[in-house]
């Protein structure tokens, strides 16, 4: 069975990089580009694993993580520039399962 792969991230060359990467492996890849709709297509299908940026337009990915934690045990690894600690600890607080930068 092929494992499938959500990408929420609003930088759309990073995004389709990373998707054809995992296409490449032999993923199933979904993207989105921000995170009201990332939270949609999450909560409406299944996937492997979800990752997510913090940066994203219409809700952060703090909150998609957030509310996902309350719906779903999919494994979400945060994918995002900002590298602080602070951020690093919300992000595994809010739910997160990895975090990488």
């Known amino acids: ?25 032999g993923y199933e890849v979904t993207v989105e580009v921000n995170g009201r709709e990332g939270l949609e297509t999450a909560l409406e299908k299944d996937f492997d694993l979800i990752l997510l940026d913090l940066m994203l337009p219409e809700m952060d990915g703090f909150e998609v993580t957030r509310r996902l934690q309350t719906e779903k045990t999919t494994y979400i690894m945060m994918m995002t520039a900002r590298d602080s600690i602070m951020d690093v600890v919300a992000g595994l607080d809010r739910g997160a399962d990895d975090y990488i930068v």
């Open 1 to 25: 069975m092929t494992k499938k792969i959500l990408i929420i991230e609003d930088e759309k060359n990073l995004a389709r990089f990373v998707s054809l990467e995992l296409q490449h492996e």
